[in-house]
């Protein structure tokens, strides 16, 4: 029983809404884009900030190689801050889709992703109906 690696198969039309060239939607996408630069200028500043602050700290021991201490500060805090690096990736990927213009398309489905589902999570690869299939899935692959 050979299943079919499932993936781009035409399982549902896409919503009706043919907006994709739609001022509106484009006009809505670069509000998006402005929001996912803020949030990576945020994003790095706040590793910055951190990274700068642990120096100081190994000031407290001067004679036990503050250098070698601050390096493994500084690695202790970039492994913490694993999720933030993860969360820059995607921001830098829709920014790139945009730009490219291809931001806003499922990456399963090939649909367009509805404008409220970007604006409510931007970095989102997925339309909703693809997201909540994965979902299903990932949870009975967990039983
Ligand atoms: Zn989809």
């Excluded at 043919?18 to 402005?34: A, F, V």
């Excluded at 000031?59 to 999720?83: C, H, Y």
């Excluded at 339309?127 to 979902?135: L, R, Y």
């Amino acid at each position: 029983m050979a299943a079919k690696k499932k993936g781009a198969k035409p399982r549902k039309r896409c919503k009706e809404d043919k907006q994709q060239s739609s001022e509106d939607r484009q006009r809505r996408i670069l509000e998006i884009r402005k929001r996912l630069v803020e949030e990576r200028e945020r994003l790095l500043q706040e590793a910055e900030a951190a990274l700068n602050t642990l120096p100081e700290e190994g000031a407290a021991f001067p004679d036990m190689g503050d250098q070698a201490t601050a390096d493994l500060d500084r690695s202790f805090m970039l492994r913490l801050r694993g999720r933030e690096q993860k969360l820059l990736k995607k921001i830098e990927l829709a920014i790139e889709k945009i730009d490219n213009g291809t931001y806003g398309i499922c990456e399963v489905c090939g649909c367009e992703i509805g404008i409220k589902r970007l604006e409510a999570r931007p970095v989102t690869t997925m339309c909703i109906d693809c997201k909540t299939e994965q979902e299903e899935e990932e949870k009975l692959r967990e039983v």
